[in-house]
């Protein structure tokens, strides 16, 4: 094989787009991996562990082709990138009226927008707060999609919210479901009585796919940003969300989701909750708490008795001494999971760690130095996006650790998260059963058992198709759960199993 790299100077393209273009390439005959990405400094170092020889002249602001061959041609490769990149520039005509120019403007599209339209900002996140802020002081609502948007501007824009009676949703706002439509990464649910709110975006997709196995429906699910129950921001967009679906008629029950909340803003949401007519069941992560059961508490309110949440695959009961290792892409899947081991294992380090002694680099993320320890990520953490798509759209980032978890001796469970639904990867578990399958077999080749535990999340009317996903991960391997809670438990009782002598009696053995 022979790696070809070279920079692209002044070029762009969106991460999506690049993501679509390497997948192409790649599939191209004689081309044995393909990374075509904007040189940010996470693209570079993924390049770096791949191991691509990286011009140290790259700036972000150029376009980097990595090609390892594998009897194509280098013209042939490059042919194929150029002709990807030409494709996935044009764009179809528009159905309407072709003499009808977009809008080339945020301004210009909101004077022209409906009164109740939600406008939905999905830029870098250093150009984010200036489109949020037209959106706002034009008075309409905003769910802001961008992540790395600075704190003071979050603050910012939530202020001006506020003193116009608008929402702004975000930002990292990636879920949220308004007036039936599903905005973001979204599940196929159902209409019904139960409102959402929700400073989280996986956090919201666990708790409308167990409603929706349940049978229950939604009128709305409104994010708010991971940042919105933090010490800093206050709830702002909270208490605003709140008010709305209290005075929705259509809403009979809301549920408050919440990554793990700055208590003294959790108190004060909470007093706030109280003082609506619609009941409010909180679900705010922390120890003891779990979303499933909050759920549960939610749907016993409204009278629904659920069946056992559903599961497929062999159980894995024999556990053996070692770490978990948990690779995420929903950082409050990913927060749940670590609240739950630490009663039973202690400390998890992690890269959103619950603790600031327990925090690991993004880089070691990374390089693969993950050291001793049972060890959770969050792929989709801020500072693993800069230039990249989210991990439930490019899996790379975790499918790469997956394969150093499974060489690792150390490693005696691996715990994933799958998130269905419009905006994620058509098929996740197409790309995912053949990597946990080859990290199952490189264990039993060292002499030893690697139990694969998997999160599923989604509903049976997403286009990825529940059935099908769970059907293939089991296949593979992989033990599936629809309940994070659940999967945590029993990926952690199988190391805390491991870890406990067995115990023995006097006497003669029979």
Not at 52 to 74: H, I, K, Q, W, Y
Request: charged residues 20%; proline residues 6%.
């Amino acid at each position: 094989m022979t790696d070809h790299v070279h920079v692209r100077s002044g070029a762009y393209a969106d991460s999506v787009t690049l993501l679509q273009v390497s997948k192409r390439v790649a599939a191209t005959a004689g081309v044995s991996d393909a990374q075509v990405a904007m040189a940010t400094g996470l693209n570079l170092e993924t390049l770096a562990a791949m191991g691509f020889d990286v011009p140290a002249e790259a700036t972000p602001n150029d376009m980097v082709v990595a090609l390892r061959l594998d009897g194509a041609s280098l013209e042939e490769a490059l042919a194929a990138v150029d002709a990807a990149l030409a494709d996935a520039s044009r764009r179809p005509d528009s159905a309407g009226d072709s003499s009808v120019a977009p809008p080339r403007t945020t301004g210009s599209a909101l004077r022209d927008a409906p009164g109740d339209a939600v406008v939905l900002v999905s830029v870098p996140g250093a150009s984010a707060f200036v489109e949020a802020m037209d959106a706002v002081e034009a008075g309409h609502d905003v769910m802001l999609f961008s992540d790395n948007v600075p704190l003071e501007q979050e603050i910012a824009l939530k202020e001006a919210a506020a003193g116009r009676d608008v929402l702004v949703m975000g930002p990292d706002c990636g879920t949220a479901v308004v007036g039936g439509v599903g905005l973001g990464f979204a599940n196929v649910v159902q209409p019904g009585p139960v409102g959402v709110v929700a400073a989280s975006g996986t956090g919201t997709q666990q708790v409308l796919a167990l409603l929706d196995q349940a049978g229950v429906g939604v009128s709305a699910a409104l994010g708010v940003g991971g940042r919105d129950l933090s010490s800093a921001v206050g709830g702002r967009s909270t208490r605003t969300a709140l008010a709305r679906l209290d005075a929705d008629p259509s809403t009979t029950h809301v549920v408050l989701i919440s990554k793990p909340p700055a208590p003294e803003v959790a108190e004060a949401v909470s007093a706030y909750a109280e003082t609506l007519s619609v009941p409010v069941e909180t679900a705010l992560l922390a120890p003891g708490t779990d979303l499933t059961a909050r759920t549960e508490s939610l749907l016993a309110s409204l009278g629904v008795t659920p069946r056992p949440w559903r599961r497929w695959g062999e159980r894995e009961d024999a556990g053996r001494a070692g770490f978990v290792r948990g690779l995420f892409v929903g950082g409050t899947l990913c927060d749940e999971a670590m609240l739950i081991a630490t009663e039973v294992l202690g400390g998890i380090r992690s890269n959103i760690p619950l603790e600031a002694d327990l925090a690991l680099d993004p880089h070691a993320v990374l390089d693969g130095e993950l050291g001793e320890g049972h060890v959770m990520i969050d792929f989709g953490d801020d500072a693993l996006t800069v230039g990249r798509a989210h991990p439930m759209i490019d899996p790379t980032l975790r499918l790469a650790a997956l394969e150093r978890a499974a060489d690792d001796p150390a490693t005696a469970v691996v715990l994933l998260d799958v998130v269905l639904g419009h905006g994620a990867e058509p098929d996740p578990g197409g790309a995912l059963a053949p990597a946990i399958a080859a990290a199952r077999r490189a264990a039993a080749d060292q002499g030893r058992t690697l139990p694969v535990v998997v999160t599923l999340v989604g509903t049976t009317a997403d286009p990825q198709g529940l059935d099908n996903q769970a059907e293939v991960l089991a296949a593979a391997g992989a033990y599936v759960f629809t309940s994070n809670a659940e999967a945590t438990r029993h990926a952690v009782a199988l190391v805390a199993q491991a870890a406990v002598p067995t115990a023995t009696t006097s006497g003669d053995a029979r």
